[in-house]
Structures are given as structure tokens and as C-alpha cells.
């Protein structure tokens, strides 16, 4: 039982479940956009797009090929908003940031042993210059 505790509050996990917390979050969010926002303006313009209605049979077995172009359809919209209203601007604002910027140089954190085997060593130098 210790073991299993231990794989349940390892940092990975407890991030990864986290990340699909955040993404159904996320996935309800960008799926409303596309219901509630952009199907309406495609179906404005060019016509609503439902093609549930398009089957064909073979040997009494119906095919429902008009639910899957939907839900192509449906895909395809939500991967557009998802480039286009969240990858593309942080690409660019990265872009933006990085640009000009360079990291600062940063001092090594010496531990309290390295700090005194440097001092050891400064003061072995300096003994071997004075003899």
C-alpha cells in the first residue's frame, strides 16, 4: 500500500492528472465556441452544414455516412479555433518575447561544501605563490 501512495503523490502523476483536468476543461470551452459561435456563422453563409441524414444500405444494414462527415466536419472546425485562437497567438507572442531578449547569466548557487573547497583552494594557491 506504501508503494502505491507513493506512485499516486510522485509530481508526474499528480501533473498529469491535472493537465487532463485543464484539457476536458478546456475541450468543453473550445467545443461551445464551435457549436455556439462558429457553426452558426458557416451555417449564416453558406448554409447550415448537417449531413445526418445521408445513409445507404447494403443487405438491410444501414450506413450512417452523414453522422461521421459531421463529426469530421465538427473535428475539423474545432482543430481550426484551436490554431488559430490559441496556438498561433502564443507562437507569436513567444516569438515576440524571445525576440531581443537574452538570458541573463546567471551565478552558479554554490552549496556550503563547494564554497569551502574553494576557499581551501584560494588559500593553497596563495600559499604556493608565497614559498
Known amino acids: 500500500m506504501k508503494g502505491f501512495k507513493q506512485f499516486l503523490m510522485r509530481g508526474n502523476v499528480v501533473d498529469l492528472a491535472v493537465a487532463v483536468v485543464i484539457g476536458t476543461a478546456f475541450t468543453a470551452v473550445v467545443t ?24 445507404f444500405k447494403i443487405n ?12 469530421v466536419i465538427a473535428f ?30 546567471e551565478d552558479p548557487v554554490l552549496t556550503d561544501e563547494a ?10 594557491a596563495v600559499r604556493q605563490t608565497n614559498s
Open 76 to 105: 475539423l472546425s474545432v482543430a481550426t479555433v484551436i490554431y488559430f485562437v490559441v496556438v498561433l497567438p502564443l507562437r507569436t507572442i513567444n516569438e515576440r518575447r524571445a525576440r531581443g531578449q537574452v538570458p541573463p547569466e
Open 32 to 55: 461551445s465556441l464551435v457549436q455556439n459561435i462558429f457553426t452558426p456563422l458557416i451555417a449564416a453563409i453558406f448554409g447550415k452544414p448537417d449531413f445526418s441524414s445521408l445513409t
Open 115 to 124: 564554497r569551502l573547497l574553494t576557499e581551501i583552494r584560494d588559500l593553497l
Open 60 to 71: 438491410g444494414s444501414v450506413f450512417r455516412y452523414g453522422a461521421f462527415l459531421n463529426s
